[in-house]
């Protein structure tokens, strides 16, 4: 039974809620760009087909579907209050890492194109500390 003293506040709520938007925002993100169609590319503004024309790695792809399969998995777990969502946060933000620094490393990006990556490794990283903080108040079992 649980005790008022670990019933979660609402702003658990209110950022696992969140949380399970933007990651689901990055799944839909994974499954456009995993299965669009050469017609719709050619639907495209020129500068956006010219980022669906390059061919990324493998290894690249899987970290793209591990950090938002898994991040969007751990917000449903803590929806349902299990702390198994801090190791699916943990392998998120791994694939969200490893997806990053090969662009970091191997595209030429602007300042304001830097800044949705970032953002989404810090989003990672923040999940994860929310998750072992509401792991030991007691929120999820």
């Known amino acids: 039974m649980t005790t008022l003293r670990n019933k979660p506040p609402i702003s658990f709520w209110i ?24 017609d719709q590319i050619a639907q495209l503004p020129i500068e956006q087909q010219a980022e669906f024309l390059v061919d990324y790695p493998v290894w690249y792809t899987a970290a793209f579907a591990l950090a938002v399969f898994c ?9 349902i209050r ?8 943990v392998f998120s933000a791994i694939g969200a890492i490893v997806q990053h620094m090969y662009l970091f490393l191997n595209v030429e990006m602007s300042t304001t194109t830097l800044i949705m990556p970032i953002m989404v490794i810090l989003v990672c990283l923040f999940l994860i ?13």
Request: aromatic share 20%.
């Open 15 to 38: 950022i696992s809620v969140l949380a399970l938007i933007w990651n689901i925002v990055g799944v839909m993100a994974y499954l456009f760009r995993a299965f669009i169609t050469d």
């Open 129 to 141: 500390w929310f998750s072992k903080k509401s792991i030991s108040k007691g929120w999820i079992k």
């Open 82 to 89: 299990k702390k198994w969502a801090y190791v699916l946060f």
């Open 71 to 79: 991040g969007a998995l751990g917000c449903f777990m803590l929806l």
